[in-house]
Nanobody, 125 residues
Framework: QVQLVESGGGLVQAGGSLRLSCAAS????????MGWFRQAPGKEREFVAA????????SYADSVKGRFTIARDNAKNTVYLEMNNLKSEDTGVYYC??????????????????WGQGTQVTVSS
């Protein structure tokens, strides 16, 4: 089992930046592929970004490419999501997730085994 706890959300103006963190405990973190998802009010939870075990491979949703960066520090059991040039449409609850069976997981929610409780990001225009 892996327990995930997100932090770093908040209220920011459009064009601003935030860095989200997700601290993991339990199973060996370095063998778990990690991802970030988000859910806006009234919408489905959607994929944002993913990162491989070592951090050498990443993938992003088209809507955040060039603005968001996912990274991980296996020594600290933490995955990060750096978000720049934020837009109002980035508003939502952000969740980190872990996939124990893949080196690099993708955008399918069902592939992920572990989920955090989420952190709210609100971008004001």
């Amino acid at each position: 089992q892996v327990q995930l706890v997100e932090s770093g959300g908040g209220l920011v103006q459009a064009g601003g930046s935030l860095r989200l963190s997700c601290a993991a405990s339990g199973r060996t973190f370095s063998s778990v592929a990690m991802g970030w998802f988000r859910q806006a009010p009234g919408k489905e939870r959607e994929f944002v970004a993913a990162i491989s075990w070592s951090g050498s491979s990443t993938s992003y949703a088209d809507s955040v490419k060039g603005r968001f960066t996912i990274a991980r520090d296996n020594a600290k059991n933490t995955v990060y999501l750096e978000m720049n040039n934020l837009k109002s449409e980035d508003t939502g609850v952000y969740y980190c997730a872990g996939d124990r069976d893949a080196v690099l997981s993708g955008g399918r929610r069902s592939a992920y085994d572990y989920w955090g409780q989420g952190t709210q990001v609100t971008v004001s225009s």
